[in-house]
């Protein structure tokens, strides 16, 4: 992750001269934003504002499968359709018109092994990746999951036959007496 | 408080300090020697589980504070900040917004127990009424926190719930539009109704801490009530606090807390809304609308009338009418295990609020709607018109004579235990 980081080229200071300056980045560094401002952001994307991402996994219903299903959707538009100027049609987006263009195409990056070069194959990842990115403490809540359940649940037969041992001789100790 | 304490300090430390503050002789009487019923189910258990969520409320809720910052521009990344950068700080969050949420499972059981076994009855009229003041501050204490992240669904819920206060331009005109800026503390939802709503989130759990204390001292007074509903009539009904139900508690609360942390490491969001997180954005109404899964029923009713003003005096009489219980309810007898017709519509009530839930997250249209508007009118008619009525009108089963007696009885049906033949003299 950290080499990962350090391929980008971030824009940091300004330095004790009161210059800005580029340094590679590091993991705590945000994405650079591929806008300068919201409305640059939507003058290049027909009028739409490009949502930020970091947390898009878990803030659609579905989550990566619908992340998947909206990268994998465009699909020509049914023939009686009215398209607005700029919109694309894809099966997932509500409304079916989305602003994106098809982000995705065969071929476009290649793979270190031999996986099919396909937009099926990228979808996957790139929405394996949104979820990691919403999500990033997910595996270390996983693993620290079990440990904390299994411990309740030995605590809990514990506590039971504890419970049991303590109510078994309540006649004996307090004997339910009219006087 | 209603028996003697038989605390002896073994050091002489302990009697020095008794004869200046007797606070361990206090919880030794409350909490150790404090005779119980000796029949309680485990219906009774969620009273200490309560005690243990507001803790874990108040305990997460101090350390998150820490981190959070109240700012319509920094509150959605502070969240976030939290989520990665804070150490545990994920584990803080959810179990924090989790703890909402099973905060809310427990103490709608406990209110539904009281309801089932009167407990609201003589003497117990004060301790309902406090345990329906915690209710109420729990409800605001909840709507408040959900606020704080600025989500998509935080700000317009803010901005729907406190624009309720607008219908009382309908009484009086001008009133509730000034009442409504004086909230959001200018003309609309923004930095300053964020630092309030904070600054009270923080402020009515220790207030809630404190009602709860003056509910167990109500508690304490008459003692708990029981599954038979009949008075504690001798020492042998009842056994010592500790270890009987100490250990009974603990028990369930183990389980309690198997469940709470099996939705906080698997499925935290589970219970959340996708839209809040999404950062709020005023310019932006989102579809639909929806409050937290414990507001559903009352999102239902204020819905389901179609006068807003009206609606709004719905929705707060839902909760104002339970202080009123303890005298609607006309029955002698408390326990609902022997009232015959009483139980059918206590069950009936159980389901029609599980109905509203459901329909508190539909659209209010169609059959929606009219099923909204007859699950309104049962759950008024429950309290106004079947508790009043069916308590005057009913003839309740026989009762066992005492709780030992219920306790020393085979699990004989109820109506068969009035007959002193019937009933076995010692098992065991």
């Not at chain 1, 440990?147 to 303590?166: D, W, Y």
């Not at chain 2, 108040?58 to 990665?84: C, K, Q, W």
């Not at chain 2, 704080?148 to 719930?161: D, E, K, N, R």
């Not at chain 2, 009525?389 to 235990?417: K, Q, Y």
Request: with cysteine; aromatic share 14%; glycine share 8%.
């Amino acid at each position: 992750m950290k080499a990962l980081a350090e391929s980008a080229q971030v824009t940091d200071g300004p330095n004790d001269k009161g210059e800005m300056f580029k340094r590679p980045g590091r993991p705590s560094d945000r994405f650079p934003a591929p806008f300068p401002n919201e409305e640059a952001a939507r003058a290049a994307n027909g009028g739409s504002h490009p949502p930020d991402l970091s947390v898009i996994a878990k803030a659609r219903e579905g989550g990566p499968d619908y992340i998947y299903s909206v990268l994998t959707g465009y699909k020509d538009k049914p023939g009686d359709m009215e398209m607005a100027p700029g919109m694309h049609y894809n099966t997932a987006f509500p409304g079916h018109q989305i602003a994106m263009p098809p982000p995705l195409a065969d071929g476009v990056v290649p793979y270190t092994d031999d996986t099919e070069q396909t937009v099926d194959n990228y979808a996957k990842d790139v929405s394996a990746f949104l979820m990691w990115t919403a999500e990033p403490k997910l595996e270390q809540r996983h693993m620290l999951g079990h440990r904390v359940i299994i411990f309740l649940f030995v605590f809990a037969i514990i506590m039971f036959l504890a419970k049991k041992a303590v109510w078994k001789r309540v006649n004996k100790d307090h004997p339910p007496t009219e006087a | 408080m209603g028996h003697a304490s038989t605390y002896e300090p073994k050091t002489k430390l302990g009697m020095w300090f008794d004869e200046r503050l007797p606070v361990a002789r206090m919880m030794h009487g409350q909490f150790v020697e404090y005779p119980t019923p000796r029949n309680l189910n485990y219906w009774w258990t969620f009273g200490g589980i309560l005690v243990v969520c507001l803790a874990i409320q108040i305990v997460t809720g101090i350390v998150l504070a820490m981190h959070y910052i109240a700012s319509p521009d920094e509150a959605f990344n502070s969240v976030e900040f939290i989520m990665r950068d804070v150490n545990w700080g994920w584990f803080l969050r959810y179990t924090h917004a989790v703890g909402a949420s099973m905060f809310f499972v427990a103490v709608y059981i406990h209110t539904f127990r009281g309801l089932y076994y009167g407990s609201y009855k003589a003497p117990r009229e004060i301790l309902w009424m406090l345990g329906v003041l915690i209710l109420l501050l729990m409800i605001i204490t909840a709507f408040m926190g959900y606020s704080l992240p600025w989500g998509q669904m935080s700000f317009w819920a803010v901005t729907v719930i406190t624009n309720l206060f607008s219908s009382l331009d309908m009484v009086v005109p001008g009133l509730g539009t000034s009442l409504v800026q004086w909230i959001w503390g200018g003309y609309s939802v923004g930095g300053p109704t964020l630092t309030r709503l904070f600054a009270l989130h923080y402020l009515l759990p220790f207030v809630i801490a404190g009602v709860v204390m003056l509910h167990i001292w109500a508690l304490h007074m008459p003692g708990n009530n029981n599954p038979t509903g009949i008075d504690v009539k001798t020492r042998g009904d009842t056994v010592p606090f500790h270890p009987y139900y100490t250990i009974k508690d603990g028990f369930a609360l183990v389980v309690f807390l198997l469940v709470f942390f099996a939705i906080v490491f698997y499925a935290p969001n589970w219970l959340g809304h996708p839209d809040n997180y999404v950062p709020a954005d005023p310019l932006q109404t989102p579809p639909h609308i929806v409050p937290e899964w414990y507001f559903l029923p009352f999102y239902a009713i204020l819905r389901a009338i179609p006068n807003k003003l009206l609606g709004v005096i719905a929705l707060f009489g839902a909760i104002a009418i339970l202080f009123f219980v303890p005298w609607l309810d006309r029955s002698k007898v408390r326990s609902t295990s022997y009232r015959p017709i009483f139980r059918w519509f206590f069950w009936l009530f159980v389901l029609d609020c599980l109905m509203l839930g459901y329909l508190g997250a539909q659209m209010p249209e169609g059959i929606y709607l009219i099923l909204s508007q007859l699950g309104t009118l049962y759950y008024f008619g429950f309290f106004l018109l079947i508790m009043p009525l069916v308590g005057i009108f009913e003839t309740p089963r026989p009762r066992p004579g005492s709780i030992t007696e219920s306790v020393l009885g085979r699990p004989l049906p109820p109506d068969r235990t009035a007959n002193p033949a019937a009933r076995p003299e010692v098992v065991k």
